[in-house]
Nanobody, 122 residues
Framework: QVQLVESGGGLVEPGESLRLSCAASGFTFGSYAMTWYRQAPGSQRKLVAT????????IDDDAVKGRFTISRDNTEHTVDLQMNNLKPEDTAVYYC???????????????WGQGTQVTVSP
């Protein structure tokens, strides 16, 4: 089955950095776009960044442009989110996601990881 496992969250102070990583399995990783979302308390889940199989990427949340970078390793089947100059408003649960067909299936679904908590506080 498709598995997305995030890691790297934690508690940091404003201005510090964190690098989130998502390990993927159960589908042909190099064929699909990967995304990071985040959900702050009391808010809807919001798209943060997208990276395509070629490595072409977009930062989809204006609030993090210039501070966050998404990258992927098609050999290791991982997608990372480098977060610099973190702010208290970046506090959220961060989710890795893909819209893909699992191995052996022609049916597409949206898959989510379990999420990793990022807390930015003095």
């Amino acid at each position: 089955q498709v598995q997305l496992v995030e890691s790297g969250g934690g508690l940091v102070e404003p201005g510090e950095s964190l690098r989130l990583s998502c390990a993927a399995s159960g589908f042909t990783f190099g064929s699909y776009a990967m995304t990071w979302y985040r959900q702050a308390p009391g808010s809807q889940r919001k798209l943060v960044a997208t990276i395509h199989p070629t490595g072409q990427s977009t930062i989809d949340d204006d609030a993090v442009k210039g501070r966050f970078t998404i990258s992927r390793d098609n050999t290791e089947h991982t997608v990372d989110l480098q977060m610099n100059n973190l702010k208290p408003e970046d506090t959220a649960v961060y989710y890795c996601s893909t819209y893909a067909a699992r191995e052996g299936s022609l049916s597409y679904s949206r898959y989510w990881g379990q999420g990793t908590q990022v807390t930015v506080s003095p």
